[in-house]
Each structure stands twice: as C-alpha cells, then as structure tokens.
C-alpha cells in the first residue's frame, strides 16, 4: 500500500459544546511518514479536534479523508489513545488483557483471541520492554509503564494511523524514550502519527510537523518554519515565545 493512503485530509472542522464553538473551520493535511505535533493553551480544543477528526463527537461541518476516501469507513485502521484522565483504571483487567483489545478490530466480535493474538500481544509488550508485567493488574502499574501498555496495545492493532492525546503527561523521561522511540520507527514504516502535546521545550525535538490551535487554526507546517515566536504568542500570548524556542530558527 502506497503510504499516501495514510495521509489524513481534515477540512472545515467546526465543533461546538452546547452551542458555543470549541473549534473554528480547521482544515489542513496530517502527512503520512511524519510525526506531526497539536499544541496550544489549556482549553485549546486539542482534545476536540482528535475526537472530531476521528468522528467520535457531533460536528458542525466536517469532512474528513483517510487517503481517498471519508475516515469514518475505515477505522479499524486507526489506533486512539485518550488524555489518560478519561480511563478508569480500576477496572479489573491485566496488562496482557489491555494489550489483547488492540488485536480484536482485526479479529471481529465473535472471535476470542488465540495463539496467534496472544503472540502478538507478547512481542508488543517486548517492544515496550514490559514483558516481565503481563499479568500484572493495570492499577497497579506507574503512569510511564500504564502509557508504555497503551503504546503496546497500539502495536498490536498493527493501525497505520497513531493518535495520541497528551501521552506523556505524568510519565518518567524512561518511558518518554521508549515510546518516542518506537514512534520515530513507526513514522519510518510510513505511518501517520499525531500527538497532542504539552510541553513546548520537546517540539523541536519530537515533531515534523506542528498544528498551533486556539479555537482556530493559530498556524501549521513544518516546525523549522511554523513554531516561532509570533506563532506562540498568537497561540500563548506575549510573555511565552523567548524563552520556549531558544534553539530553534526564528523566520
Ligand atoms: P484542550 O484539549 O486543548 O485542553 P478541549 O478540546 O478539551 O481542549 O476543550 C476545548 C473547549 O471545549 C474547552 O473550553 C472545554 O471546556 C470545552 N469542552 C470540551 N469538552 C466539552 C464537553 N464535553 N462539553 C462541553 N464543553 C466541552
Ligand atoms: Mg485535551
């Protein structure tokens, strides 16, 4: 499959909550073999727009294409990870169990996994380097081992599109590498990945890509030439740019 099947194309997204908007006429192009960062304030619409783009909430407009065709009809193909406050991890169920669900798109509602889901699963937790945990119950894990699970349940889903919202909050800088890591393998395969991110001093770092919001689309594109001064400040207001992107070239 050409990877160009993997770009995402979101245009005129508009999204409100009880009649207020929360995101204003978004379009843009979310490249395949790129790690493309989403930032902007508290309260941005960041979460909003994955979960629109994704067609999880009611939209205004929106028209959303996954290669040529509309996102909604093929699904199975994306891997979501949500902002990690919205799970409830007292569920009773254990680490190889979460890493399970990635493989049951593929396997359908009638099917429990077997020895090849389970293999699968095992080799994504190695790639995590939690092997040792499989049996281990969820609540019980740290927050980096708890989004090192999540990553390996991404894996298992074996998805072209990776989307993460706000995926290295609370977690130890070990974990941080692992999961960059893998991604940067991911983008190399040709996959779409796409983060929600918070802390501005990683962009340069992470990102190929960077989507500045607030309500609006602030700007978007390559971050050598998109995640500037003027653009943080739109985004941050004027006591930010100085100091967040020493290091990085000012157009
Ligand atoms: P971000 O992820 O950038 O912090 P969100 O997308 O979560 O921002 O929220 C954008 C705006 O929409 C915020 O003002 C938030 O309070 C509001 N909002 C988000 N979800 C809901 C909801 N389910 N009902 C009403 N308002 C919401
Ligand atoms: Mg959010």
Do not use: C, W
């Amino acid at each position: 499959m050409s990877i160009t099947n993997n770009n995402i194309t979101v245009q005129n997204l508009t999204v409100s909550y009880q009649g207020q908007k929360a995101l204003l006429d978004i379009s843009l192009q979310l490249a395949a073999g790129k790690i493309t960062g989403i930032i902007g304030p508290n309260g941005a619409g960041k979460s909003t727009f994955l979960k629109g783009l994704l067609g999880l909430i009611k939209a205004d407009s929106r028209t959303v294409l996954l290669g040529e065709a509309p996102i909604d009809t093929q699904k199975k193909r994306i891997a979501y990870v949500e902002q990690r406050s919205a799970l409830d991890l007292s569920f009773p169920i254990n680490v190889l169990e979460v890493v399970l669900l990635g493989t049951y798109p593929k396997l359908g509602v009638f099917h429990r996994p077997k020895k090849q889901e389970k293999e699968k699963a095992l080799s994504a937790l190695k790639t995590v380097q939690l092997e040792a945990f499989a049996k281990r119950q969820i609540g019980e894990l740290s927050g980096g081992q708890l989004q090192r699970v999540f990553i390996a349940r991404v894996l298992a889903q074996e998805a072209d599109i990776i989307v993460l919202d706000e995926p290295f909050v609370g977690i130890d800088m070990t974990s941080e590498k692992v999961i960059m890591d893998i991604l940067k393998q991911l983008k190399n395969a040709g996959k779409t990945i796409v983060i929600v991110h918070h802390d501005l001093h990683k962009v340069a770092h992470y990102f190929d890509d960077v989507v500045i919001l607030k309500k609006e689309l602030i700007a978007f594109g390559p971050v050598a030439t998109t995640f500037t001064n003027k653009n943080i400040q739109l985004a941050y207001g004027e006591t930010m740019g100085d100091i967040i992107i020493k290091g990085v070239a000012d157009a």
